[in-house]
């Protein structure tokens, strides 16, 4: 499979990057950057004209709504992308792959029958049907519960040609990203979608790590006040 790869990443997280460019340069893993979002009242309009954020948002939890909107916006890019790539890896710039990422990577995607639409690669608690190799098949639930299942978005594969159903399914314009952390609001999303796609997730700390550290700058994307 010929992925696009990409890793979301603050401007001012330069050591982060570097830390992340190490470990996917040693396996000789090419990737891209897109810039990670702080979201404030001045380039609040940018999303809403972009179409990825609802205009009534309050901006009360704006490390909440900044993660949200570095997905979205890189999933919209994508969207773009002239390639001939169908699949795209996107990392969060605190993931570390294990040795042997590739081998491991391909020995998962080998599990999945035929497409699919999305792939979670680090998850908590996760649940699902569980096929062979540690990969588990979401199954329709409606999650209103905590704690959630299949929690963390570090690390996962989305299918370009899906991405436009699945801005349907959040339907940002009218979302208020306030009230959720963007892999709650996308659990949430997953599994109440689940008959209509094809998605899939592993455990945690199988072919990655996710390492949150509290930086200034995780800070100012984790913080809940």
Known sequence: MDLGVYVINLDEDKKKLQEFSKHLNAQNLKFKRFPGVIIT???KQK???LGLLNPNTKL???GWVG????????????QNDKSQKQYF?????DEIIHKNYIEKLINILEEIDGDFDFLNLNTLRTKG????NNVYKIEKEDINYFPMPNIWMSSYIINKNTIDDFFKMINPQL????????????VKLLHSNANRFNL???PRDIISSHIEDRSLSAKIRYNTK
């Open 41 to 43: 009242n001045q380039n």
């Open 47 to 49: 999303y809403i004209d």
């Open 60 to 62: 009360i939890r704006k």
């Open 67 to 78: 993660v949200t909107l570095a997905h979205l916006a890189l999933w919209k890019k994508i």
């Open 89 to 93: 890896l996107i990392f969060e710039d």
């Open 129 to 132: 049907k569980l096929l062979k």
């Open 175 to 186: 979302m208020d990203f306030d009230t959720l952390q963007f892999d709650q609001l996308w």
């Open 200 to 202: 899939y997730t592993c």
